[in-house]
């Protein structure tokens, strides 16, 4: 039999579905806790603050990240392939109707500062993405490692954009963003 979710799952999940759809900074407190039917004071006993379950949360988006990153190119074999994967299931995923963006540029167009807590989580995490980008480009025999992983992180990241500004539309100019990775590589790695 599966346990019941503790008043603090409870908390975080309200937290995570509303600071995804709704934004952080639109996303108060006692909307959390109106939402969860959780108490202000059981939310303050596991995160002291409003920014600290936003640190909560983009470290949770993050190990979540990574697990799809790994679910995507599981079945690929060369850094080439991986790269094609991952980008054909972020075409997937940035033009259905579950996607409101990347959490970690929401944070860091919300939370602008470089010394915020949350921003600084985002870099982390973009800073891994360009590295893994970097040895996936090198293992596909790039000329230039370092210059595809760029454009790779600036397809995605764009994707994540174009997801929420234009939602699941046919006008989300991320419908193609598989094919704009594929001609990168191709221009990096030929054919």
Known sequence: MKNAITPKERLF??????FYQQGYRSTGVDSIVSESGIGKMTLYRHYPSKDDLIVAYLRESGEKFW??????????????????????????????????GCPFINVATEFPGLDYAGHQVALEHKQSVHARFIQLAEQAGAREPEALANGMLLLMDGAYIAARMYGPTSQNPASNVAEAARQLIEAQCGT
Do not use: I
Not at 13 to 18: D, V
Not at 70 to 77: L, R
């Open 13 to 18: 999940q309200t937290a995570e579905r509303l």
């Open 67 to 100: 697990h799809y990153f790994e679910q995507s190119t599981k079945e690929a074999s060369t850094g080439r392939d991986k790269l094609l994967s991952f980008f054909e299931a972020l075409q997937n995923y940035v033009t259905g109707p579950d996607c409101y």
